[in-house]
């Protein structure tokens, strides 16, 4: 158990619809950042902030954002879905602000219809 | 644009089979390289940091090693537990964006 929390695991829903995934990082860390999993295109960076701060930026769309809150957990929206948006999302948490050493959550699957 | 390619794609091993696992990169000023373990359906877990060229990690079975343009995992005596995908990763200069490769899926049958 890595100690960060994501929720929901699972999520089915339409296109054009709107989605918010949830992140509690690990006790103490202050830095959040949110991946993409596909089986095409592998881990892809979207999006780190660190004490609530956006610190860096990945390809990550205009149709998602997100943002990390005073308590530090974060959560990552994503609208106007479409079919190629179906991934695994993966929130990862670091004690410290720019570091490759990550601990990830079980990861939010996404799947749209 | 910074470049992390890993090989091969997959590996089956029997147990007891020593490999390795190559991940070469084209970044200049590395900040550092990092390898993971990904279980099917799970999230990345962290598994070695290296800095710089002529370091060595070691866990158990892994040890890791890096050079001026590449990086081995090698696996020695693997056991089926062993079986996962192995992802490298590198931190450039840029910061912020800690660029994976598409990773090894290794495989050792009994």
């Known amino acids: 158990d890595s100690g960060v929390t994501q929720t929901p695991k699972h999520l089915i829903t339409a296109t054009g619809q709107r989605v918010t995934l949830r992140c509690s990082p690990r006790?103490?860390?202050?830095?959040v950042y949110w991946y993409q999993q596909s089986l095409d295109q592998g881990l892809q960076f979207l999006i780190h902030y660190y004490n609530g701060e956006e610190r860096a930026k990945g390809n990550i769309l205009e149709r998602f954002s997100a943002q990390q809150f005073p308590d530090l957990h974060s959560e990552l929206n994503l609208s106007s879905l479409e079919l190629g948006d179906s991934a695994l999302y993966f929130c990862?948490?670091?004690?410290?602000?720019?570091?490759?050493?990550?601990?990830f959550g079980e990861g939010s699957r996404l799947t749209v219809l | 644009e910074d470049q992390v390619t890993q090989s091969p794609e997959a590996l089956r091993l029997q147990e007891g089979e020593s490999s390795s696992l190559n991940c070469s990169y084209t970044?200049?000023?590395?900040?550092?390289l990092f390898w993971y373990r990904q279980d099917p359906g799970k999230g990345p877990e962290f598994l070695f940091t290296l800095y710089s060229a002529g370091e060595e990690k070691e866990k158990e079975r892994l040890k890791a090693t890096l050079t001026k343009k590449e990086s081995f995992l090698h696996i020695t005596a693997p056991k089926p537990e062993d079986s996962a995908t192995y992802l490298c990763?590198?931190?450039?200069?840029?910061?912020?964006?800690?660029?994976f490769g598409a990773g090894t899926q290794v495989v050792v049958t009994p």
């Open positions: 990862a948490s670091s004690g410290r602000d720019f570091t490759g050493e990550l601990f």
């Open positions: 006790s103490g860390d202050l830095s």
């Open positions: 990763a590198v931190l450039p200069p840029s910061w912020g964006k800690l660029q």
């Open positions: 970044v200049s000023g590395l900040r550092g």
